[in-house]
């Protein structure tokens, strides 16, 4: 063999050591587990919602992480078919949406704002900000299922033959 040639094959050799090496040393931070459409499911998403479930309701059962992701996929269909459909939401709608929210868990604390920002950790200005596209999503969901349940009609006795 060549000399040239076997420089080559030693550096090739090093160099896959090392990004395998860098390789092993990396973190996953966070994950894609699913996607709609242009909207992507995050792991850290199901792990926020487990959590809150768990804290809500005292456990989640063995399937839970499964029927959170069932859930998220269907909001995320329903989400994608909204914006294919061009269905819209005002601004206005959100507004009210949010300030209804705010005020209920406000009033759960006695409207004490020190309290509001010692719990979330931010202020109610940052927390309406966070709401705002989440709520519009929220808003173009409802608004798609009212579109579809719309438009169907089951009698009574379809109902009794199913």
């Not at 896959?16 to 996953?28: L, P």
């Not at 868990?105 to 966070?130: P, S």
């Amino acid at each position: 063999m060549k000399p040239t040639f076997i420089i080559f094959l030693c550096v090739l050799a090093w160099t896959g050591m090392a990004t395998s090496a860098t390789a092993q040393e990396t973190k996953v931070i966070d994950k894609i587990v699913g996607a709609v459409g242009g909207e992507v499911i995050l792991l850290s998403e199901i792990e926020q919602q487990a959590a809150y479930l768990q804290s809500q309701k005292g456990g989640l059962p063995p399937n839970g992480r499964c029927l959170i992701m069932e859930n998220m996929l269907a909001q995320n269909l329903m989400l994608h078919r909204a914006r294919m459909d061009s269905v819209n939401v005002t601004d206005e709608e959100v507004e009210t949406m949010i300030e209804s929210r705010m005020d209920r868990i406000l009033a759960m604390m006695n409207n004490d704002y020190q309290q509001f920002e010692d719990y979330y950790g931010r202020t109610v200005a940052e927390i309406r900000a966070e709401m705002r596209e989440p709520m519009r999503n929220q808003a173009l969901v409802e608004r798609i299922q009212a579109q579809i349940l719309s438009s169907i009609t089951i009698t009574p006795s379809e109902v009794r033959a199913f």
